[in-house]
């Protein structure tokens, strides 16, 4: 992991997105095939949801039950198509995220305090 980009969500005073880069990994127009979520909040994080970006997003990855604080999780990607995605997140805390991303270039979604 050589690059990190914070990115500010959506949580009041709560977490912030941090992704880790993997430029070696990527591949211009395709995504990874899953993402890694990391959870270095000292809260569960109750869902996750990647979908795509646009008017009409699909689906492509769910949490599929709560991860606990430390814990990290690999999603698999349905069929992911391009490389603009969207991610929420909601908090065991009542915080709730959403962000853009680029899972051509990021693979693994840290989220801390």
């Known amino acids: 992991m050589r690059d ?3 990115i500010a969500m959506g949580l009041g ?4 997105l941090v992704l880790a880069t ?6 211009a127009g395709k995504p990874h095939a899953q993402v890694t979520i990391t959870n270095q909040r000292t ?4 869902s996750f949801e990647i979908a795509t970006a646009g ?8 949490l599929a039950k709560p991860l606990a604080p430390g ?3 690999a999603l698999k990607l349905n069929k992911p198509q391009g490389c603009a995605y969207t991610v929420q997140g909601k908090f065991d805390d009542e915080a709730a995220s959403d962000a853009d991303m680029d899972l051509c270039r990021d693979r693994v979604i840290r989220l801390t305090e």
């Open 13 to 16: 005073a709560a977490a912030a």
């Open 55 to 62: 008017e009409q997003p699909r689906l492509v990855a769910k």
């Open 71 to 73: 814990k990290s999780v």
């Open 22 to 27: 993997l430029p070696a990994a990527a591949q």
């Open 4 to 6: 990190q980009h914070l």
């Open 43 to 46: 809260v569960p994080l109750t």
